[in-house]
């Protein structure tokens, strides 16, 4: 950075998670109890926060982003839906929606040929980097085993999520809503935290072990192929001999 201050990793990695889950939790419990609102009306105000976040998202984005687009449509019908019953229930299990939407959407990305999590995938294993880039390419179209992983980290984090819709909608049921508030959160930390640990270390990293493979090896028959070549131009100039 031009100033010498070179962000903290793990703070730019907690930030989401803070602006996401910690404040509407926050914000459920102050509006709630602090401020008398009803359930349905804290539970709808704390909302605002993660859905202005996914507005930003697509508002200063060069395109739209189809999961960010998605989530917000769940989110937006869900707190209609649970603001004309006034149940707060509903409004708790709607998050579950979310989940199971976001699931199902992944899931059959899959199969439809165009996972959803591909683009997010990419950026991690190449880290941006433009020999990696290349190579991701390469591997994507020459490699079955790589491209099984990055269909398979997709199905993975789909799966989770439809298994966290399940828990959070049985929960909304069964559970007092003053504890689902929070055990919901928990619920979302577990199943992203699960399959970051799954569909990582069985797809990401191997998939990232493979690119920076295919990179060294295009690199390093490159720097041959170059050193071949200026060996081949001097043998081809004749030697001077003194008469």
Known sequence: MADGVTPNPLAQSLL???????????????????FGLSEVAALGWSSVVPALRTVWGLVR??????????????????????????DPRLMLAKDGGVSSVVGIAMIVSVFMGKPLLTAGLKLYVTK?????????????????PF???????SLIWGTVL???C?????????????????????LTVVAILLAMVVAGGSCAEPMEKMVRAEAARVGGYQDGEAVTGVAGAAAA???????
């Open 61 to 86: 984005g060069t395109g739209v982003n189809g999961l960010a687009l998605l989530i917000l449509v769940v989110n937006v019908v869900g707190l209609a839906m649970s603001t004309m019953t006034g």
């Open 237 to 243: 100039v004749p030697a001077v001999t003194g008469s």
């Open 128 to 144: 941006g980097n433009a020999e990696r880039s290349v190579a991701w390419d390469r591997l994507m179209a020459g490699s079955a």
């Open 16 to 34: 989401p998670l803070v602006l996401d889950v910690g404040i509407p939790l926050a914000s459920y419990y102050v509006l709630h109890n602090g």
């Open 147 to 153: 491209r099984q992983a990055e269909r398979r980290f």
């Open 166 to 186: 399940v828990a959070r909608v049985i929960g909304a049921y069964t559970v007092p809503v003053h504890t689902m508030v929070w055990l919901g959160t928990v």
């Open 162 to 164: 439809l298994v966290e």
